[in-house]
């Protein structure tokens, strides 16, 4: 399995859970310090993963990755797109510099990748695509409309791929995390494709008791860890989910019931 934006955050925590299920895994992501981390906290499981340095955003940087991950596993059954960024602003503050960066790490960036692995994937085992969509992108979340469009996009592309890839066997969904604690959201990432919102100095806090989750969260607060959604990606990617595709599954704590 591929899995990119895995040196922190729920792309770390996908790679830690296919390793623990005894899957071999390449873990991608623009950070090497992320991707040592990574290989630490493998332990003894290190011996299936492999790391690569990738920048999703660059397509040179995306071919030579995929190609390097694929030459070290011997082909390819799964690709997880975790990489990504979180950037917040006042709508009319988002110059177009802003908002064209976000697309290019969160949506070009999933498709650069996707484009690159689908001729390992054609020959894979029960091949199998996540992408990571984000509960705003069907929930208004505010400041975060350049966020918001990217993961529609990702969301709307993989429906798209689900179908013209359906009688070549390769199953495209989405997870939709929300109040998730990963590098995004608390500002721990150690990578580009990791890094804190940054909410306005002026953010009105009283809009976000909308994006509140109805679920405890163990040791309070409003975020989960982020294996709550590695679960399910290991899920989604498992030869066992060979009847879903095409679809996306939020893992939000009820948040949008």
């Known amino acids: 399995m591929l899995i990119t934006g895995a040196g922190s955050g729920i792309g770390q925590a996908t ?22 981390d990574t290989r630490t906290k493998a332990g003894d499981s290190g011996a299936r993963l ?19 991950a694929v030459a070290a596993m011997g082909g390819l059954d799964a690709l997880v797109n ?14 177009l510099a802003d908002f064209e960066h976000v697309l290019r790490v ?27 969509s984000s509960t705003s992108a069907n929930y208004a979340h505010p400041y975060m409309a350049a966020y918001a469009a990217s993961k529609g996009g990702i969301q709307a592309m993989t429906h798209t791929l689900a179908l013209e890839f359906s009688k070549a066997g390769i199953r495209f969904n989405c997870v939709q995390p929300g109040s998730i ?22 953010a009105d806090y009283t809009l976000f008791g909308k ?5 405890a ?40 019931m």
């Open 15 to 36: 790679a830690l859970r296919i390793l623990d299920e005894g899957g071999t895994v390449v873990a991608a992501d623009v950070s090497e310090s992320g991707l040592a």
């Open 50 to 68: 492999t790391t690569t340095v990738v920048d999703v955003g660059s397509e040179d940087s995306v071919i030579d990755g995929v190609a390097s």
């Open 82 to 95: 975790g990489a990504g960024i979180l950037r917040s602003w006042h709508f009319t503050d988002t110059t």
């Open 106 to 132: 969160n949506l070009i960036g999933t498709f650069l990748v996707t484009r690159a692995a689908i001729p390992a994937l054609l020959t894979g085992t029960a091949p199998a695509v996540v992408n990571f």
């Open 181 to 202: 604690s990963s590098g995004m959201t608390d500002g721990t990432g150690q990578s580009r494709q990791s890094i804190g919102p940054g909410l306005p100095e002026d």
């Open 211 to 215: 994006i509140t989750p109805t679920l």
């Open 217 to 256: 969260v163990e040791g309070g607060g409003m975020f989960a860890r982020p294996d709550a959604v590695a679960a399910v990606v290991a899920m989604l990617a498992a030869p066992e989910a060979y009847f879903v595709t095409g679809t996306e599954v939020r893992i939000d704590g009820g948040t949008h």
